[in-house]
C-alpha cells in the first residue's frame, strides 16, 4: 500500500496492492502501473534509482491583521 496523488482527480489517496495493473524494472527505477479510484490508468516510478519526490507542500504563513 503506499499514497498517490493521481494526475487526473488530482486526489491523494492510498494504493492497495489489487489496484496494481503491473510492475516493471527500468534503468531510472521500478515503474508501478495501477489504476486510482477514479479509474485513471496511473504510473509511479519507486526504488533506490528513481528521481527524488517533489517536496509536499507548505502551508503559507497567515496575513497579520
Not at 510492475?23 to 490508468?41: K, Q, R, S
Not at 528521481?51 to 497579520?64: I, K, S, Y
Request: negative net charge; charged residues 10%.
Amino acid at each position: 500500500m503506499f499514497a498517490h496523488t493521481c494526475s487526473a482527480c488530482h486526489r491523494r489517496e492510498l494504493i492497495f496492492p489489487s489496484q496494481v495493473t503491473g510492475m516493471e524494472t527500468t534503468a531510472h527505477g521500478i515503474v508501478v502501473h495501477f489504476t486510482c479510484w477514479c479509474d485513471a490508468e496511473q504510473e509511479m516510478v519507486t526504488g533506490i534509482n528513481a528521481p527524488a519526490a517533489p517536496a509536499a507542500p507548505t502551508a503559507a504563513p497567515a496575513a497579520a491583521a
